[in-house]
């Protein structure tokens, strides 16, 4: 009996490896091609732009990255502070890197949170611990997108309007796509909220759209896609309500994202820096039309699910931005490949060095990793992490004065800082009488 589940282990590694290649072939065929694209009748152009950049704005451009992650780290950082305090800067870098490598190879970025989670534990945090931070990231890091994308819209939309697709000799208006790209960026978010607060609008897409999408064959299982998303329903209350116990913690993390989808999405304005392709207005204006016209980017982008939107991102950045550089394919080409190279290639080897040396404490011997591993993680921890946040919320609503009064009839203080967030009152919080003032 032993032999046959050795077998069955070794083949579900094998095939692991094989998805991993198989991927990382589509990546640079994807590349292969978009780089001839860019470079098809105009090599000399191209490379001379290129070879002719700033060094100074190409030096900046790598700096901005760098802090883009280092922020992504402090992030990290915070949340896992709230469970330990035993937890350094260093390895929250080691778990971003993780995250940007399986980003960079997975389609869609399915492999990227449960990998995360997995180098989590090898740091030494539970397994529940892990899964609950990866969760509480989400739901921040998606509202702040989501607002960030309202406010590109609103900001926009006279340049949404005048956005069009040059698709083999196709030319159509790029406003559907964009529209697309936002509701799929609001429609997970906004569908587990509605599910969540709402029991009648849950039951109709659990059973009646589930239900209608199983017969029509669109769904091979029905059962399992029901049961998949009550888990993100219960999984969005559990730690929703851990955020809200924790307002500061939940309001820094926004603003960091916030200030990260800036620095991040403004790197085409310091590309055309670089070449001196930026348009002629204010440094200003062409700073925030540049993160903006990057926000319309990563929606459509998203659209097509190739392993690091491979192929997809260098397309759709040449018809965004083919206004905002001039309208100059040489120059268009050029600032494409430079971001590109920047934002993708740069990352992917330096996050790929970083998982093939990196050990934490716990071997694990992982090869595969989807968005269904995720959310079998989340099944798993979920009786553990419903408990430590109703204990919390417990705790929380105890009242300043049932505290003072139970610390007025104790001789000492038993009431200790914890990892949810619970506060410590110590000798210093009292005056002459043993009491708070």
Known sequence: MEAPVKEAKKEKKDLGWAKFLIYIVLILGLTAISLFSALDGQVDEVLSAISSADPWWLLLIFVLLAVSYAIDSLV???????????????RASAVMAVGAFYNCVTPAASGEQVMQVYTLRKQGIS??????????????????????????????????AGLTMNLFG???TMIPLIVLGFVLNIGVTGLIFLMSNSHHFHNFITVTC??????????????????????????????????????????????????NFFIRYSLPYFCGLALDVVPNESPALAFFDASFLSA??????GLIPTPGTAGASELFFSNVFRNYYGGSEANISACQILWRFATYHVVLVISGFVV??????VPVTFR?????????????TYVERKKAVETLYQTRQLSRKSIIKSMENSDTMTYTGDAYGHYRLGDDDLGESGKLP
Not at 154 to 160: A, D, F, S
Not at 296 to 301: D, K, P, T
Not at 356 to 361: M, P, T
Not at 368 to 380: D, G, I, K, P, S
Request: with cysteine; glycine share 4%.
């Open 368 to 380: 595969y990793a989807n968005r269904q591993t995720f959310v079998n993680l989340q099944l798993e």
């Open 170 to 172: 196709w030319e159509f």
């Open 356 to 361: 093939a040396f990196y050990r934490g404490k």
């Open 76 to 90: 990290l950082l915070i949340f896992c502070r709230l469970y330990t305090r035993q937890y350094g800067y260093g």
């Open 127 to 160: 397994t529940s611990n892990a899964a609950s931070i990866m969760v509480m990231w989400l739901i921040i890091y998606q509202v702040a997108l989501v607002v960030f994308d309202v406010v590109a819209i609103c900001v926009e939309w006279q340049t949404i």
């Open 296 to 301: 319309f980017h990563q929606m459509v982008s």
């Open 210 to 259: 589930v239900g209608v999408l199983g017969r029509m064959k669109i769904l091979k299982n029905p059962d399992k896609t029901r049961e998949s998303l009550r888990m993100q329903v219960e999984n969005f209350k559990i730690e929703l309500r851990r955020l809200l116990a924790n307002i500061p913690v939940t309001v820094l993390v926004f603003l960091l994202f916030m200030i």
